[in-house]
């Protein structure tokens, strides 16, 4: 099955309103690039633009996205994960409602149950947010 066809509610234990990822548009080993489409019923807009926060939670959610591929692939219940810590966070853009964002989010360590990951964001092909975090995945 291609990518882009996946059901993201297959990957990530979100639910609606709070599903922040469109769909995965590539993936590699320990690597993941999504999308979503900038709503004005998103709860993280305000002023016609995604927040910080929804911008930190694009990028949790397309780790959580990179898991769900890997449980998928193995057959593997999706883990709820919860983000530890967020550590060099910078926001350059607040993408506006009606644009699509692109987010990379690679696995750059794993010790035991916690995934430290680099996440980027993009809009219209520049960088607008970056960070690393800590998620803790439930066992």
């Not at 080993?29 to 694009?58: Q, R």
Request: charged content about 25%; overall charge negative.
């Amino acid at each position: 099955m291609e990518l882009t066809q996946i059901d993201i509610r297959k990957l990530i234990p979100q639910r609606e309103p709070m599903i922040m990822v469109g769909r995965v548009i590539d993936a590699g080993e320990g690597t993941v690039t999504t999308a979503l489409e900038i709503k004005a019923d998103n709860l993280f807009c305000s002023d016609g633009k995604l927040s910080e926060e929804g911008l930190v939670e694009n990028i949790a959610q397309s780790a959580a996205a990179m898991s769900g591929l890997v449980s998928l692939r193995d057959g593997t219940p999706v883990k709820r994960g919860f983000i530890g810590s967020v550590r060099g966070l910078k926001v350059s853009k607040r993408p506006p409602v009606g644009c699509e964002i692109n987010t990379t989010v690679e696995l750059i360590g794993k010790v035991m149950n916690v995934d430290l990951i680099r996440g980027v964001v993009r809009h219209e092909g520049k960088l607008i947010a970056e960070c690393e975090m800590r998620i803790f995945l439930e066992e």
